[in-house]
């Protein structure tokens, strides 16, 4: 399948005028300035979906390097904050030390456009693609870049599959914005006579804030959401949804402050691909990969693709490699830093599909401590916040009467028994755990093991572990990772079980402590070698 080599100045065509394509086609013009680099959109100029795009501070570099336009449009247009606050029944916890920006999406897209029409792309609003055989002829290189149901993606994976997978979420989400301004990135959770809601909202400009909204889907039928017919044009279910929802959080944004664009029901998908590009075709952005809303990536990965993929094109027009050398160098760095993107999003995916559980059963604090400990430890949470961490930490000994590690915990079945939270597993054999506490109590309980999950992540091996789960009393779960977390929560908050957490990992201070303070399970233990 080698590709031509692409000459000095080459035909460009790039399918689709977001983010991704507009940041490629600025890029590969720049560098390659004889180059003859056509986009077609099939939005007009001024159209938008969705309203802001959020960035963390920390992950700009590549793009800044490449271009300032972000940078630059961030901090002339944008808004910027360092702390995130979560708000659950009536109680509002901050985590600072999260450097973060956020901009409307159509003024970068509009930014993004100038800059292209600077250098001479060619630049065709209104217009859908031809079809790719038509471009894949008069063109060198065809980019497509036409996001999430890319029809480029679509014809070449119908010649020849390109490994795509999707992983459909179970929450429901919809995307909003509103006239209210936050002070920076807000979680929302209202409990309503149907279940729970929670938003994602951050202020996007001086006038308007995003405000996304997620459910879980019971929640969502009983409330008659799932009216909303998501094949037709925004109709009256829609409004349904808006007024619904602005009753539900008149308190928190002011009464009628929504604004629908567009707004519809959809549960996300994340995608993964194999393959990204086949002969003088190449994909990139949302067409090969998405990575949860809540982890903010999905703009900066489309133009941290582009930044590589026009270096990569570059040198395939001016250093005489091949286009399949190329291309292939592309896919293999972009890749790499993709999957790692996608890895730490599926924890937060796995949060948001659970929340309405951990907002019942947990207090507040514990709760935010819980959010902010989906994928970080307490010691780097501390080194961002101090002032949160000792918060939790002065409460936990309120409650219990020792810090953490060194608390014990009572069960009462039979009989009462106290242990310490911090065990050791001397040994599990036929299903049964023999622990002991750090003063030589021994506890004896069935012991089970949560799956292994691999990505693309079900979670339909969790829920059969948790048929074995034992009816009352103690129980260990063993394991790694998500599953291992997912199963001793559902032990613990929604089976009532005392539950001990077990695992190599867990002889650290950090992850036991993490563990315990979140209330993820009520003891944790490790293997005797490893301590
Ligand atoms: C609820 C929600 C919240 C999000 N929040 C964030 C966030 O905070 N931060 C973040 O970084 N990302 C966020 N994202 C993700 C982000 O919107 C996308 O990852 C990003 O837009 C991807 O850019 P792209 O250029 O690959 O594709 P897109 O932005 O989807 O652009 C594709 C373009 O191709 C055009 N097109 C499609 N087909 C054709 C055709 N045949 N011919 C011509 N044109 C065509 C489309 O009109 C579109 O303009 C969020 C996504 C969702 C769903």
């Known amino acids: 399948m080698d590709a031509p080599k692409l000459g000095s100045s080459p035909r460009i065509a790039v ?16 560098a390659l300035p004889e180059a003859a680099v056509t986009l077609f959109e099939r939005n007009q100029r001024s159209d938008a979906f969705g309203f802001g795009v959020v960035f963390s501070d920390a992950t700009l570099r590549a793009i800044d390097e490449a271009d300032p336009v972000l940078r630059d449009a961030l901090r002339d247009h944008g808004r910027h904050w360092d702390r995130i606050d979560v708000l659950s029944n009536e109680q509002q916890h901050g985590f600072g030390g999260n450097g973060m920006s956020a901009i409307h999406r159509k003024v970068l897209l509009g930014l993004l456009q100038d800059n292209a029409e600077h250098v001479g792309v060619d630049l065709r609003f209104g217009t859908t693609a031809p079809p790719l055989d038509q471009l894949r002829n008069e063109y060198d290189l065809v980019v497509g870049a036409d996001g999430t149901n890319s029809s480029v993606r679509e ?45 994602h909202g951050y202020p996007i400009s001086n006038e308007l804030s995003t405000f996304i909204v997620e459910t879980d889907e019971e929640t969502w039928r009983r409330a008659g959401m799932d009216a909303f017919d998501v094949t037709q044009h925004p109709g009256p279910s829609d409004t349904e949804t808006q007024a619904y929802l602005e009753k539900l959080f008149a308190d928190d944004i002011g009464e009628g402050k929504l604004v629908a664009n567009n707004s519809r029901w959809g549960n996300f998908r994340t995608r993964r691909t194999r393959d990204w590009w086949r002969g003088n075709v190449v994909l990139l952005g949302d067409t090969v990969h998405t990575a949860h809303f809540s982890v903010g990536s999905g703009t900066k990965m489309a133009m941290e693709d582009s930044v590589v993929l026009a270096a990569q094109i570059a040198r395939a027009a001016t250093e005489g490699i091949s286009l399949s050398d190329a291309l292939g160098a592309y896919q293999e760095i972009r890749k790499a830093s993709v999957g790692k993107i996608q890895r730490a999003a599926r924890p937060s995916l796995s949060w948001w599909e659970h929340f309405g559980t951990y907002q019942r059963t947990l207090d507040p604090l514990t709760f935010t401590f819980h959010f902010f400990s989906r994928s970080i430890g307490v010691e780097k949470m501390a080194q961002r916040d101090p002032g949160l961490v000792e918060k939790v930490r002065a409460a936990w000994i309120e409650q219990h009467g020792a810090a953490a590690l060194d608390s014990t915990i009572e069960t009462h079945s039979a009989s009462t028994t106290t242990f310490g939270r911090r065990l050791e597993l001397v040994s599990a054999e036929n299903g049964t755990a023999h622990l002991v506490d750090r003063d030589g109590r021994s506890i004896t309980a069935p012991i089970i093991t949560a799956p292994i999950i691999e990505a693309p992540a079900t979670e339909s091996g969790v829920a059969s572990a948790r048929k074995e789960l034992p009816e009352t009393g103690v129980v260990v779960i063993a394991g790694s990772g998500l599953p291992r977390t997912l199963l001793a929560e559902a032990a613990r908050l929604q089976e009532s079980l005392v539950t001990i957490m077990s695992g190599p990992d867990l002889a650290a201070d950090d992850a036991a402590e993490t563990v315990l303070l979140s ?12 301590k």
């Open 15 to 30: 399918v689709g005028g977001g983010p991704g394509g507009l940041f490629l086609a600025t890029l590969v013009k720049r």
């Open 155 to 199: 014809h070449l994976d119908s010649e020849e599959p390109l490994g795509h997978e999707i992983d459909t979420a179970t929450a429901k989400f919809i995307w909003f914005g509103t006239t209210h301004l936050f002070d920076g990135l807000t979680f929302v959770h209202r409990v309503s006579e149907h279940g729970n809601f929670a938003v």
């Open 519 to 530: 209330g993820r399970a009520d003891a944790v233990a490790a293997p005797k070698e490893t």
